[in-house]
């Protein structure tokens, strides 16, 4: 019909039904009943974040102690091991390399560590072919301690060929080479302050510091499918070249000619 309104507007203009004052005051209680329940909600939702915030704190304060503990642990192993590695003194070496001067017996000891630190990384890093997590840090360690020990026998015997054999017991001795490998660099032996701080706590800070930045550097050496046998033997032969290299490079300037040496005396007891 012409000018009426339509079926449907009709309807839409309709006021809607309500449920009456009972049913409003329902839901208004029924709201406030739910009030509580959403606060109480939130307030164990917050109490559980704090809750897991605090232990990540306490996990990350724990894995601190534990990284330090594992430092000041391998720390203390290459330190025990030190006094045991069998040190060839001047007159062994020029005897086992006969006709070669300094440098050339130097080049010589060289090559052998650096073939040596190269064996250990290329075994840590076949032994980590298939990597278990929890066996990762023993396996640096173990790694650390191996290049420690064929690092510190090079050092020493580099103090041989070169005239500056560092003064003391065979402990003191392996105390003040173990400081020349911590800090990559040649002993001064006429400084007696250069041996006594190897002697102290200094050399165990040292050492821990030596042995974080090598775990860092040896962390390649784990990857799995013989990858890590690779750079594990580059990595270790390019380091104990570079660490000869510097400690060759001090021991130059304070050498001390062959003909110019006192005849080695014994090594003197360690009092014990």
Do not use: C
């Amino acid at each position: 019909m012409a000018g009426s309104t339509p079926f449907r507007k009709r309807r839409s203009r309709q006021p809607e039904l309500t449920s009456g004052p009972a049913e409003d005051v329902t839901r208004q209680e029924s709201a406030a009943d739910s009030a509580p329940d959403a606060m109480a909600d939130a307030n164990v939702e917050r109490g559980r974040t704090a809750s897991l915030a605090a232990a990540v704190g306490r996990g990350a304060k724990r894995s601190g102690r534990g990284a330090r503990a594992g430092l000041t642990a391998v720390a203390d192993r290459i330190i025990a091991n030190a006094p045991r590695i069998p040190v060839r003194d001047l007159a062994t070496l020029r005897g086992q390399f006969p006709g070669l001067g300094p440098e050339e017996l130097a080049d010589k000891l060289v090559a052998g560590a650096a073939n040596g630190t190269s064996t250990v990384g290329a075994g840590v890093g076949a032994a980590a072919m298939l990597p278990v997590p929890p066996a990762m840090p023993a396996e640096l360690a173990a790694e650390i301690v191996g290049v420690a020990a064929v690092e510190f026998k090079l050092i020493a015997e580099l103090h041989e060929v070169y005239g500056l054999r560092a003064p003391g017991t065979v402990r003191q001795r392996a105390t003040a080479y173990l400081g020349a490998w911590a800090q990559e660099r040649g002993i001064d032996v006429t400084s007696p302050m250069t041996l006594n701080a190897a002697l102290g706590g200094q050399l165990r800070r040292e050492l821990r510091q030596q042995v974080l930045k090598r775990t860092f550097r040896n962390l390649p050496n784990l990857a799995p499918f013989m990858i890590g046998a690779t750079v594990g033997a580059v990595m270790n032969r390019r380091d104990t070249k570079k660490l000869a290299e510097k400690v060759r490079k001090d021991l130059r300037g304070k050498q001390v000619r062959w003909d110019e040496l006192q005849p080695a005396s014994p090594p003197e007891p360690d009092g014990r």
